[in-house]
């Protein structure tokens, strides 16, 4: 089956008291990847990988009064483990328990005996791993201290747009007893110890200007926290900041457009102040605008 004809999860709102997690389609027989980085329209991981990054409260940068020690990579995986309790992989099974955040699982046996004791059971589900990646290279995931990854299926990643990722890998149990990588969406993110989503290298550049602005202004006592939030499909990043003082509060939204052709309307749930482009960001003007936002 082709992934792009596969149906994505269908998430719904973090407000809803019990958010049931629609599985991989069971049918799914992908064919072997060719070695090449997959890039193709937004899947059932990669919604599932963003939802569970944003219900864990990774898409922050906040304010350094408020934590001022960056998390540890371990902290940051602790979280997405416990937003994965919020969701089901079938009704009356957990996500968390089919869930890890490292390759070993998929290599020791611990995900191959967990979707057995599914099985036996009479619940067919498939796992998912979360794991830190520096390099895709289909079919193969690489990181730090870690057994490199096989996945049979397609590896969906942005083109153009280099390490770190975060991946999630789907996996499922095979006959003989093992558990097999079937598929997997590697989605660029801002470091290892910020699991913050990136869309481009801009992205980067600009979360980078906005951590240093973020400690220039806690030396003045104001606070400022930074938040991604989630895209509505044009393309670009929203980026909202929470600037405080002892009198006032205010909030600053920035669209991000690593492609730079048009500025498209502004989505109507945000109030965009300022696009930032390749151009506008190497000509200085971006910082310019920024440093008189941040005084006004």
Not at 75 to 91: N, R, S
């Amino acid at each position: 089956m082709d992934l792009d004809r596969l149906r994505p999860f269908t998430i719904p709102t973090a407000t809803s008291a019990s958010r049931p997690l629609f599985r991989v389609p069971s049918d799914l027989n992908l064919p072997p990847w060719s070695g090449q980085a997959a890039t193709i329209p937004r899947h059932a991981l990669a919604n599932l990988l963003e939802e569970l990054i944003d219900a864990a409260g990774c898409n922050e940068l906040p304010a350094p009064a408020r934590a001022p020690d960056h998390p540890s990579i371990a902290d940051l995986f602790a979280a997405l483990k416990a937003a994965a309790a919020g969701y089901e992989v079938a009704p009356g099974l957990c996500l968390v328990e089919y869930f890890w955040t490292h390759a070993a699982a998929i290599h020791n046996g611990e995900a191959a005996a967990c979707l057995l004791r599914a099985a036996r059971s009479g619940r067919c589900v498939q796992g998912f791993a979360v794991l830190y990646v520096t390099d895709v290279r289909p079919p193969l995931l690489y990181g730090p201290n870690m057994r490199p990854v096989r996945v049979r299926g397609k590896i969906g990643t942005l083109n153009g747009v280099e390490g770190p990722y975060l991946a999630l890998v789907a996996c499922e149990g095979e006959p003989n007893g093992s558990a097999t990588a079937i598929e997997a969406y590697a989605a660029p993110i801002f470091h290892a110890r910020r699991f913050i989503l990136v869309g481009s290298e801009l992205d980067r550049d600009v979360l980078r200007a906005l951590q240093h602005l973020q400690v220039a202004l806690d030396a003045h006592g104001v606070e400022c926290a930074i938040h991604r939030i989630r895209p509505e499909g044009d393309g670009r990043t929203l980026i909202e900041m929470v600037i405080s003082t002892s009198a006032s509060v205010r909030r600053i939204c920035l669209a991000i457009d690593a492609m730079g052709a048009t500025e498209p309307d502004t989505p109507d749930r945000v109030s965009v102040e300022f696009v930032v482009t390749h151009r506008n960001w190497r000509d200085g003007s971006f910082i310019a605008w920024l440093a008189r936002a941040v005084l006004s």
